[in-house]
Nanobody, 115 residues
């Protein structure tokens, strides 16, 4: 089994920054991709960004230029640096890991952007 634990969420003012972390543990052998998703109240879960096993990243248009995904392979940890946060970024942020044909999710961490 694979376990994912997110951290770093909280309350931040518009224009502020947050850094989310996702620590993966368990039976990890070959990660295909890790990504961040978010779900705002009343909306469907959407992709924020992802990083492949080769290190390539991609981002949703809504956050492109404001967020950066990075990974520490030795620690099996993925990060989401978010800058210039907007109220519409308020959501529960979920960590996702894909290995072989299995799909794993964390429980999420809440980010609230409000003045």
């Amino acid at each position: 089994q694979v376990q994912l634990v997110e951290s770093g969420g909280g309350l931040v003012q518009p224009g502020g920054s947050l850094r989310l972390s996702c620590v993966a543990s368990g039976r990890i052998f070959s990660i295909d991709v890790m990504g961040w998703y978010r779900q705002a109240p009343g909306k469907q879960r959407e992709l924020v960004g992802a990083i492949t096993n080769s290190g390539s990243t991609n981002y949703a248009d809504s956050v492109k230029g404001r967020v950066t995904i990075s990974r520490d392979n030795a620690k099996n940890t993925m990060y989401l640096q978010m800058n210039s946060l907007k109220p519409e970024d308020t959501a529960v942020y979920y960590c996702n890991l894909q290995q072989y044909h299995m799909d794993y999710w964390g429980k999420g961490t809440l980010v609230t952007v409000s003045s």
